[in-house]
T-cell receptor, first 114, second 114 residues
Framework: AQSVTQLDSHVSVSEGTPVLLRCNYS??????LFWYVQHPNKGLQLLLK??????LVKGINGFEAEFKKSETSFHLTKPSAHMSDAAEYFC????????????FGAGTRLAVHP | DVKVTQSSRYLVKRTGEKVFLECVQD?????MFWYRQDPGLGLRLIYF???????EKGDIPEGYSVSREKKERFSLILESASTNQTSMYLC?????????????FGDGTRLSIL
């Protein structure tokens, strides 16, 4: 069975400092992995996706994530936080067994302080 | 860009009413999904559809039904609304069957059942 664990429910950083949101996954298959962001009262927006090409994946708004098979991790990073990055972030693994069902982590709420 | 449009951002209904939530996508996607999102419980899949008139139960289908008469439109139906169905409802679509296609989300409908 596939699963996703986001290791922090809340992360707080200062504007201009690096962001690290941690995600571990479990999958019997070679996984497809995604990071989504959700701003208040909005739907989920795709930040980036890993689909077995390059292990370092670049996404929108300066975010990137590195797939590490040996550690079963897919952590999301950004070199310098901006106030507009404050949101909830979801790490997601795809059920490659069929129908493209997604399995969501519980989410990490990122706060950015001036 | 893919656009997934949910007909209402906010909706208030009464217990026992039949409630329809509508979702339309403009990218000819085969797959469409309905989720509900609750604090502390994350996103949970209610139903999905991989083709016109085809539907599959997700993780929490009880109390809900769906309709997909046209490829672009996927409706969620609460047959007899109850207060425990107060939630944020999110619709999503994806290009095709397979594990590496991201889902694209609408902005959500915040439904309150009084």
């Amino acid at each position: 069975a596939q699963s996703v664990t986001q290791l922090d429910s809340h992360v707080s950083v200062s504007e201009g400092t690096p962001v690290l949101l941690r995600c571990n996954y479990s999958s019997s298959y070679s996984p497809s992995l995604f990071w989504y962001v959700q701003h208040p009262n909005k739907g989920l927006q795709l930040l980036l996706k890993y689909t077995s090409a390059a292990t370092l994946v670049k996404g929108i708004n300066g975010f990137e994530a590195e797939f590490k098979k040996s550690e079963t991790s897919f952590h999301l990073t950004k070199p310098s936080a901006h106030m507009s990055d404050a949101a909830e972030y979801f790490c997601v693994v795809s059920n490659s067994g069929g129908y493209n069902k997604l399995i969501f982590g519980a989410g990490t709420r990122l706060a950015v302080h001036p | 860009d893919v656009k997934v449009t949910q007909s209402s951002r906010y909706l208030v209904k009464r217990t026992g009413e039949k409630v329809f939530l509508e979702c339309v996508q403009d990218m000819d996607h085969e797959n469409m999904f309905w989720y509900r999102q609750d604090p502390g419980l994350g996103l949970r899949l209610i139903y999905f559809s991989y083709d016109v008139k085809m539907k599959e139960k997700g993780d929490i289908p009880e109390g809900y039904s769906v309709s997909r008469e046209k490829k672009e439109r996927f409706s969620l139906i609460l047959e007899s609304a109850s207060t425990n169905q107060t939630s944020m409802y999110l619709c999503a679509s994806s290009l095709r069957v397979g594990g590496n296609q991201p889902q694209h989300f609408g902005d959500g409908t915040r439904l309150s059942i009084l």
